[in-house]
């Protein structure tokens, strides 16, 4: 954690580098905790779609995160316009099919792993196991894209 925040550049880089600009500013810090026996998200993205990602949030695992601790799923690429239509759309099929049709990945961290998305990503917590899950930390912080012209949501 001193690494990404305090002793390299690399987050503060990675961001200008992803919001265009070193004019970023901390809009979240906080943690997020799942139990045993909680149970999985729905899949949902923290901010609507607009033309500019308004956060890019990083977790941070505070332990190793397994299978049955329910870590987060992300479907990469579902920030987009399109993707955001078809999530949203009236007629439940299109939101089905993109669910049921789009690739996504585990956050599978070891402590001090970090996960950087969107906030326009679409994604969600797994359900924690109650016999062989364990308590889930993760520490969270977003950063504003001072770009973005919409509300954050």
Known sequence: LYEL????NLLYNTLVNALGGDDITLYELASLISEPGSLRQPVHPDNPHQEFPPLLTVFVALQAITPAMGPTNFIPRS????????????????RNDLLQNSHSVLALLQ??????FDSRT???????????????VLLYMSFQNPRATEPIG
Request: proline share 0%.
């Open 79 to 94: 920030h987009t316009a399109d993707a955001h239509a078809a999530f949203n759309h009236n007629d439940i099929t299109r």
């Open 5 to 8: 925040l305090v002793s390299s």
């Open 122 to 136: 679409l994604h969600c917590g797994g359900a924690n196991d109650m016999e062989e899950g364990a308590t889930r």
């Open 111 to 116: 402590a001090g792993d970090a996960s950087l």
